[in-house]
Structure formats: structure tokens, C-alpha cells
């Protein structure tokens, strides 16, 4: 079973201006017909509700996808800002992910989230690390220890850091044998982005990486390259990891 996945490299703007990057995008959208698709991490500048996050994203052609995740928002619930990623299944709104570790100044203006939360759409699960987070092992540990099959990672990464956010996201897939594809803006930031695949190789794993071109990272998700040397890493590992408040959600 095999799932196609897209993700777009765009640069970052204002709502205001978004009418010719709406446009791009859904370009591209017809063009690949994807399963699965990604964009970056904040790429509106502006702070919305979630009301206004779903209201906009309905100008993309999600409709007729089967997991989207839009990138994620700057998104004011209440008193507090979240950084958050919206995910939708046929275009019906599911769930979010909040970022976990706010990186740098975003601890000023950020709240964190406190919950990992895995989604289980269409026969796979998938979870959604906000850039900084897949730096840290524990959320690849815990998505792995919890079946899932991708690991979706918006992001916004500067030109001068795009080798050491690589390393991380080989890394992540390496040590969990899970596929991970990270997605980054353009034009002032790195865009370079990276799509990592394990799949069995004789008794160990080996990995195939895809790098953007012409804007978009594009691959396949193929379930049986790795599912069996996931399980099987899962229970090698002897360390003990712990996270409360694992949600997944199932439709």
C-alpha cells in the first residue's frame, strides 16, 4: 500500500497578499494529485483565530485529499498564541498539533503545547512535530512506539542552519525506521526540502532521501518498506520513555 506525498515550498506573507501564492499552490495541488500534503510552518505572518485558519484554508484544493496538513498558523484560543497545525481529512477539519517547544524569542509570544497527538487516517497513522520539535528524540520514540507510519514536520528554517536541520530529519527516520518529510519556506529562508524513506535493506535499513525541486518535495509513502524493521526496532530498544497525555485520534 503506497501513498503519494507533496509537499510546497512557499515564501512567507500576509493574508492579505495571499491571492497568487493561493493560486500556486493549488496549481500544484492539480498538478500532482496527491494523497498526503504538507506546507510550512507559519507561513502567513498574521495571527488568526482558528475560525479564520479554517476559513482560509478552505481556498485550497483539499477537498478530494486524503490528509492534508496546511502547515501550520499562529493561531490566538483565548489569551494565548499558539504556533498549531491543522490537519483535514477530505477537506473536513480532524485535529490540531500545537508546537511543544517554542524556539528562541517564540517563548515570548508562544504557549506551549503539552500533548502529542497521533492521527490515524486512511489505514496510517501520522504525527506532526512543529519544526523545532523533531529536534528532540522523544518525539519520533513516542510516534514510533505508537505505530505511526509518517512524520510530518512543518517547518521554517534559515538558510545557514538547512545542513544541521537535515542531519536531524535523517536522524529521526534512521533511529525510529520511520519515514519523515520536512517542509520549509522559500525564497529568504532554506526552502530545501527533505523527504527521508527506511526500507529494509538485507538485515539492517537504508534510507532513501529526496530533496525539493522546482519547489515541491515529492515521494511515495510505501508501508511495506518499513512497517516490519519499525516493529522490529521498537522492541530492540531497550530504554524505557515515558509521555503522558497521548492522544490518538481515529476516524
Not at 9 to 37: A, L, T
Not at 44 to 54: N, P, R
Not at 83 to 94: P, Q, S, V
Not at 160 to 189: C, D, G, M, T
Request: proline share 5%.
Amino acid at each position: 500500500m503506497s501513498f503519494s506525498v507533496l509537499g510546497i515550498e512557499i515564501k512567507r506573507i500576509s493574508k492579505n497578499d495571499r491571492e497568487n501564492i493561493i493560486k500556486e499552490i493549488n496549481s500544484k495541488i492539480q498538478s500532482y494529485e496527491p494523497d498526503i500534503f504538507i506546507l510550512p510552518e507559519k507561513w502567513l505572518i498574521d495571527k488568526l483565530t482558528q475560525d479564520e485558519a479554517l476559513e482560509l484554508s478552505k481556498e485550497l484544493l483539499i477537498e478530494n485529499i486524503p490528509i492534508a496538513l496546511p502547515g501550520s498558523f499562529s493561531i490566538l484560543d483565548g489569551n494565548f498564541l499558539f504556533n498549531r497545525a491543522l490537519i483535514f481529512n477530505f477537506g473536513k477539519f480532524i485535529g490540531f498539533q500545537d508546537k511543544i517547544i517554542p524556539y528562541g524569542t517564540e517563548k515570548r509570544h508562544y504557549y506551549p503545547g503539552n500533548k502529542i497527538k497521533i492521527f490515524k487516517l486512511e489505514g496510517i497513522k501520522i504525527s506532526a512535530p512543529i519544526c523545532y520539535d523533531i529536534d528532540f528524540p522523544f518525539y519520533g520514540r513516542i510516534s514510533a512506539v505508537n505505530g505511526v507510519d509518517l512524520i510530518i514536520n512543518p517547518s521554517l528554517i534559515k538558510m545557514e542552519f538547512k545542513e544541521e536541520w537535515h542531519y536531524y530529519i535523517i536522524a529521526r527516520s534512521l533511529e525510529n525506521r520511520i519515514p519523515v518529510i520536512s517542509v520549509n519556506s522559500s525564497f529568504q529562508f532554506a526552502g530545501g526540502s527533505i523527504f527521508v524513506h527506511p526500507y529494509r535493506h538485507n538485515i539492517g535499513a537504508k534510507l532513501r532521501i529526496i530533496e525539493s525541486s522546482d519547489g515541491v518535495v515529492y515521494g511515495k509513502l510505501v508501508l511495506e518498506d518499513f512497517r516490519d524493521i519499525r516493529d522490529i526496532r521498537i522492541n530492540e530498544d531497550p530504554g524505557i520513555y515515558r509521555a503522558n497525555g497521548i492522544d490518538v485520534i481515529e476516524i
